[in-house]
């Protein structure tokens, strides 16, 4: 017995949107990258430092980035301090990977830390005022709680 498909329709995709999408990605990616490059650094520590650090480290990252500049943080930096601070935590997990002896992925790192950063930038500058990169707050505002 075979399945037919629903007919979708076709979504029209524009070039920022594709742009956008493959910026948050490279942000994601960056992200796990910044918490390995502390990781690695931390365990190449001498005994018994290398597991405070190569552990608590990362773990104190991902605090600190929830709290202060994660999309949904109920104190997120405002916007010309977070690309800023965003670029700063990429920046030390480059250094983090160049003192654990990965020079090659440090470079590749800062690189690719510069090149989101300024993409970011740019589409924060070029999008339209009603078109906001992060779901609006009213949307939740909307709803009405259930049992009423």
């Keep these: 017995m075979s399945r037919r498909r629903a007919d979708v329709p076709a979504v ?5 949107a594709v742009v956008a999408a493959a910026a948050m990605a490279a942000g994601f990616v960056l992200e796990v990258a910044m918490l390995a490059a502390f990781c690695a650094w931390g365990f190449q520590l001498a005994a018994p430092w290398n597991f405070v650090a190569g ?6 990252v ?11 943080a109920a104190r997120r ?5 977070l690309p800023a601070a965003t670029l700063a935590a990429f920046l030390l997990g480059a250094a983090a990977l160049l003192a654990a002896g990965l020079p090659i992925l440090a470079a590749a790192m800062a690189a690719v830390s510069l090149v989101y950063t300024a993409t970011v930038m740019v589409l924060h500058r070029t999008r339209p005022a ?8 009213e949307a939740k505002d909307a709803v009405e709680p259930s049992g009423r």
């Excluded at 029209?12 to 920022?16: D, Y």
């Excluded at 552990?55 to 104190?60: E, I, M, T, V």
């Excluded at 930096?77 to 301090?81: D, G, H, Q």
């Design 55 to 60: 552990l608590g480290l990362p773990a104190a």
């Design 12 to 16: 029209a995709v524009s070039g920022p």
């Design 130 to 137: 009603a078109a906001p990169l992060e779901p609006a707050a």
């Design 62 to 72: 991902i605090v600190l980035w929830g709290y202060f500049m994660a999309p949904k």
């Design 77 to 81: 930096l405002p916007w010309p301090l």
